[in-house]
Nanobody, 122 residues
């Protein structure tokens, strides 16, 4: 069982920046691939970004390329999502996901956190 915990959401004005963090824990010897998804009101959950355990493989949704940066944290099994040039359309609950395999995370089949809300005001 993998436990996933997000932090860092909040309210920001359009054009501003926000940083989300996530930590995954489970069996101590495993290093997890991790990723971010988001779900806006009335919409389905959608992929945002994912990264493998070493940081050598990274994927982004087209809608966030050039604005969001995913990176591994200093601690094992942590990941950050730096969001810049935020738009009202980025308003959503952001969920972190973790799994041993990057394709599982990117496909939305990993373990989930409880989500953190991001609100971008115009």
């Amino acid at each position: 069982q993998v436990q996933v915990v997000e932090s860092g959401g909040g309210l920001v004005q359009a054009g501003g920046s926000l940083r989300l963090s996530c930590a995954a824990s489970g069996r101590g010897f495993i290093t997890y691939a991790m990723g971010w998804f988001r779900q806006a009101p009335g919409k389905e959950r959608e992929f945002v970004a994912s990264i493998n355990w070493s940081g050598s493989s990274i994927y982004y949704a087209d809608s966030v390329k050039g604005r969001f940066t995913i990176s591994r944290g200093n601690a094992k099994n942590t990941v950050n999502l730096q969001m810049t040039s935020l738009e009202p359309e980025d308003t959503a609950v952001y969920y972190c996901s973790a799994d041993e395999k990057l394709p599982v995370v990117t496909a939305g089949k990993g373990s989930w956190g409880q989500g953190t809300r991001v609100t971008v005001s115009s």
